[in-house]
C-alpha cells in the first residue's frame, strides 16, 4: 500500500509502469468523493500489486494548498495496523475536543458569559482546522470537500483567530494593563471576521483567505 499522509492535497494521479509498460492508474485527493477513493482511509492510499521486476511510480499533484507529499510503502497487513493506530489518536483528541465545547457551551449558555462563546469559536475554529487537516472530516462527516467545504481550513482558522483574539484580552484582563495590544487583538478579531464572512460569500478564494 502507497500511502500520502497530507489529506488537503487536491488531486493526485498515481501511475504506475511495470517493466516499461502501464499496469495501473488511479486518483487520489480530497477533490473528489470519498467513497470513490481506492482505499477508504484517513489519508490517500491505493494497493499496488508489485510483482518481481523494475517498477516506476509516477505521480502528478495539484493542489491549492502547500505542497507536501509523504510517501510511505506498507505491507498490506501493517497498513491496517497504522490506520487503525492513527484512527485511535485522533478519536481520543477529537472526544477531547467536543467534551470541551459542550462545556464551554453550557457553562456560556448558564453563566452567560460572553469569555464562554468566544473560547468555543476559538476551539470550533481549531477542532475544524483538524477535521479537515488529518482527514477525518471527508472520512466521518462529508462525502465530497468541494463548493464551500474547500475553503474550510482557512475559514475554520479566520474562526480561531476572531474568538480567540478577544478570548485573550478577557481571559488575561489586558483592557487595563495593556491597551495597545487589546487594540491590536480587537484588529485582528476584526479582520479575522471580516475575511471569514469575505470567504464564506465567494470573494476571496483559498489561497486568499490562506494568506490573511
Known sequence: VMEIDYAPL???????????RPAGTWRLGNDQPFDQRPLQSRGHAVALELPT?????????HTSS???????????DAFVVHEARGQIVQGLMF???????VYTLVN??????????????MLLGVGVFLLGYTGIGQ??????????LANLSPMSILLALAGGSLFAINALGLAHLH???????????AVATLGLVATAAGLMDYRQAQTL
Not at 108 to 121: E, N
Not at 179 to 189: D, E, I, K
Open 179 to 189: 491597551p495597545h495590544t487589546t487594540r491590536a487583538l480587537q484588529v485582528m478579531s
Open 108 to 121: 456560556g449558555l448558564g453563566l452567560r458569559d460572553p469569555l464562554f462563546a468566544q473560547y468555543g469559536a
Open 10 to 20: 487536491n488531486r493526485v494521479d498515481v501511475h504506475l509502469v511495470t517493466q516499461g
Open 95 to 101: 472526544g477531547m475536543a467536543l467534551a470541551l465545547l
Open 53 to 61: 521486476g523494475p517498477h516506476e511510480l509516477w505521480l502528478r499533484v
Open 66 to 76: 502547500s505542497m507536501l507529499v509523504p510517501i510511505r510503502f506498507y505491507r498490506a
Open 139 to 148: 472520512q466521518y462527516l462529508w462525502n465530497e470537500q468541494t463548493g464551500l
